[in-house]
């Protein structure tokens, strides 16, 4: 019984080993469209239709007139002072310089 246990796992061992793995098989992507050249220009189309004319505004209230200052009183007149003395009898003579050469 001891080389019957044995035996049969040696099989059982080689016989799936045996078996045949499956291959991967990778799938090539579908290629990208190419676009094609451009078809022929397509005819004028039809000029729109005009727009309504918008309403004129309102116009604006007129700003009030600017404050003219007033102008201001006179000022009063000082006192007047008082008469100086009379001077003396004395002369003083201030000579002329002479030109410097």
Do not use: H, R
């Not at 050249?37 to 005009?50: A, D, I, N, S």
């Amino acid at each position: 019984m001891k080389y019957s246990i044995l035996f049969i796992s040696l099989i059982t061992a080689i016989g799936l080993s045996a078996c045949d793995k499956p291959t991967v098989v990778n799938v090539p992507a579908t290629p990208a469209a190419v676009p094609g050249p451009p078809g022929p220009q397509g005819e004028t189309g039809e000029p729109g239709t005009t727009g309504t004319q918008g309403e004129t505004g309102t116009q604006g209230a007129t700003g009030t007139q600017g404050y003219e200052g007033a102008q201001g009183d006179t000022g009063e007149t000082g006192t007047q002072g008082e008469t100086g003395k009379t001077g003396s009898d004395t002369v003083i003579v201030v000579p002329v310089p002479s030109e410097q050469k």
